[in-house]
């Protein structure tokens, strides 16, 4: 074996392609890793094209040109994708995994064995890197074919799911994006849509170790590399608005959620946060005395970001009369902010409900 039978044999190439795809294998190769470049002949290229990092490499820059034979870029998907269901220990997946998905998905190509490769991919990232970050141009058409595969179980769905959500190499800080997608996504039901969300909202960590049942069989290695990866705050957050929106009664949630240490552990100030998303937006659909009672609680919370937000929306309903009560709070950095607030308002520079609105969107710190 050697390149060129790998690209005439297993890729189909035709004769005429042949030479521009090694061309284009030692560009790909020579950007940002040892392989030396020009010299060394057929025979080294093939020596680094047999590990799927190179040749995920070689397959992105494929798979973006013009002037290739489709059959070619299927093939060449195909093997990097499922060459990480072999994957020898200390091997890296090839990146682009879902730069591949999506265009085999654009092509209606995807198969089942093509999501154990993206499934298996997901899990052997290596940790502490960028290298693997791919755009949300990529990523929301992959999800859209990868859910689409009939063979996969609801699940599989679902773990799939939060394997991508809590990928950062993969999905950097995209997570908010990609969520939403997800919960728009026509091709899941609501059903499984919101199982995910009271995932998210309740488990920072959606793979306790030796507690989670994955639907596919998983190495002990693996699941210690799953059990370590924690959900973004900003998805959590979005989560406890997405499942009102998805039928759960939302006085029901704002209740549960605006108490202390009802979701503890990393994250929880971000589920408090989405509370108050979602009473931001269910303002006018609840009772008066309630809603005001609620944005009491939210006040009270431990968390000193929760409480600033309350203040905020409360400045924004009720004005100044609730922004006094931060002059009292705790937290001597909440007394001087109100202070500083009042002061402004003062002098005349009140801030519009747009102004606070912005403010509210404004993401907390992971």
Known sequence: MDTNIFLKRHLDAPDEEVPRLVDMAVAALSKGTDYPGAGGGDERLWRYLQYPYYLGLFAQR???AHGISAHVKEKLCHAVLQINMHLDKGQEPGPGLFQLASWL???SLLSFEDYLGLRKGLIWLPRLTDNYVEPTEFILPACDGIFRIPRIERDQTIELILMILTAKEAIGDQGREIFNHLMELNGLNK????????????MAIPFPRG????????TEQEQDRLSIRFLPGAVRRLSVVWLARLGKEPLELLTRLLKP???????GAHVASGALDLLNEEW????????ISLLKKAAN???TAVRKRAYILGEKFKGQEFLEQALDDKAKSLREWAEERIELRANGHEPTAEELSEELAEELEE
Do not use: F, W
């Open 301 to 303: 919370l431990p968390d």
């Open 191 to 202: 059903s499984l849509k919101r199982e995910i969300c009271q995932i998210v909202v309740e």
């Open 62 to 64: 494929v798979v973006a």
């Open 284 to 291: 006018d659909e609840i009772e008066p005395e309630v809603r």
């Open 211 to 218: 507690e989670y049942e994955h639907p596919l069989e998983t």
């Open 105 to 107: 998905a654009d092509q």
């Open 261 to 267: 240490n009802t979701v503890r552990g990393h994250g």
